[in-house]
């Protein structure tokens, strides 16, 4: 896989309307299947009385995950066109979700198809389409002692991260990959190896 690649810069929908039937596409960035599958558990509770949702995702998991669901829709005509919105523009760690609320017309396999694709299009459009690097989930465990030294590290790298302070300090950092083992290296020797890294 390629060091960067292209994701959605934040969650966004577009809604539209096609005779009578109203589409709405949902895309959010995600970086597990677990976390896909989850935005697409949060959009069906949100429109619980909605007649369908089709979600699709590409997770650069290892091994990398690939997944469309046409939820009663005629095989081929929503969750593939979805997903081929997605690889077309090449985007990864991106869930998006269509919700169709049916209004009365069949709009027959080509309609469906055209609109389930222009749901996703449009969510991408909403969302803006960003260059991303793959990172990492590191939890980072020190004592009080050395917890000045650790965030002050940690702060200096520019990385996101969450502190917690219970009997001792946690990090829960977001570092880039290229970028980790440099990161734990630096931990290490200023804290002479008493810090715990996972």
Do not use: W
Request: charged share 30%; net charge negative; glycine share 10%.
């Amino acid at each position: 896989m390629s060091e960067t690649y292209r994701t959605v810069g934040t969650r966004a929908s577009a809604a539209f309307e096609v005779r009578g039937s109203e589409f709405i596409g949902h895309v959010k960035p995600v970086e597990t299947v677990a976390g896909a599958e989850a935005f697409a558990a949060e959009v069906e509770a949100e429109h619980a009385d909605a007649t369908h949702h089709v979600p699709a995702y590409r997770v650069r998991a290892d091994p990398f995950r690939e997944y469309s669901s046409d939820d009663g829709e005629p095989s081929g005509s929503a969750g593939k066109p979805a997903l081929n919105v997605l690889q077309g523009e090449g985007i990864e760690n991106a869930v998006c979700v269509v919700t169709r609320y049916y209004g009365g017309t069949h709009l027959g396999y080509g309609g469906l198809v055209r609109a389930y694709s222009r749901a996703v299009s449009e969510a991408l459009d909403a969302a803006g389409i960003v260059e991303e690097r793959p990172h990492d989930s590191l939890k980072i465990a020190a004592e009080y002692d050395d917890s000045g030294t650790v965030r002050g590290i940690i702060e200096s790298s520019g990385c996101e991260f969450d502190a917690t302070y219970d009997e001792r300090a946690t990090f829960a950092v977001r570092v880039p990959s290229e970028e980790r083992a440099e990161l734990c290296d630096r931990l290490r020797d200023a804290t002479s190896g008493r810090v715990g890294i996972e």
